[in-house]
């Protein structure tokens, strides 16, 4: 019951429908996107009804920096991509989420942003298995 | 000669050219987007040679962390936005910087990413001078 550690928190009915999850850093529930278009990891800082980046404590703030640095090291190893995106719209599902993508020349929206491109492409069961255990091992 | 401070940094041409100067904050040059269509920042961290949040120091990661909350509040605050978005992507730009956006609901490119959405729309400089007096202002 990690749930009971987080007062009040409950993942986002859509990010729980669209992502995956791969494992808890310290603040953040680290998940992956199901989407085999691109690497596309998401962060969700364990906190209940926070919608900004800057609305997380100053503590919390400096947790998220580490993790996602973290991250997005390890997704760049990983994947070998050119660019890494990271980014927190919220647009649609407010609950506070950071996107890290691994982007290269040619990808379907290249050089334009992922979000809202065209239609999620799910992988199958062993390519996720499959990119959530390096992304494990190299954390 | 603020450039005789930071060693080997020069702005990307094409940043410069879509954004105007702002002020200095302690690590980035804060600068707008000459784009009318949203309320855009963009931060730019004064270090030669880095595309990757990642790759800047942690000194410098923990500075840019400060910084963007401080811009993110105060955009917040000056446009009385529903939402922030932030991102790092870099596709085509590929020196390090930060955009903080101010979103609503039925802006141009709502509930979608702004990155590549339509043309430009340069602001009047009449315009521009009395965004830019609110956020410095409101910092």
């Not at 603040?27 to 800057?54: F, K, S, T, Y």
């Not at 997380?56 to 991509?81: H, I, W, Y």
């Not at 290269?104 to 255990?133: K, Q």
Request: charged share 20%; hydrophobic share 45%.
């Amino acid at each position: 019951m990690i749930e009971a550690l987080k007062p009040g928190f409950t993942l986002d009915a859509r990010l729980d429908a669209d992502t995956e999850q791969l494992m808890w850093l310290g603040l953040c529930e680290l998940r992956i996107m199901n989407d085999r278009r691109w690497p596309w990891l998401v962060m969700v800082p364990q906190r209940a009804g926070i919608e900004e980046l800057h609305d997380l404590t100053p503590l919390d703030q400096a947790m998220l920096t580490f993790e996602t640095n973290m991250v997005a090291s390890a997704l760049k190893r990983v994947t070998g991509c050119i660019k890494i995106n990271s980014g927190a719209l919220g647009n649609i599902v407010r609950q506070l989420h950071v996107h890290i993508i691994a982007r290269n020349e040619g990808d379907p929206a290249w050089p334009g942003p992922v979000w809202g491109h065209g239609l999620r492409e799910p992988y199958t069961s062993e390519e996720i298995h499959g990119f959530t255990a390096k992304i494990k091992a190299a954390l």
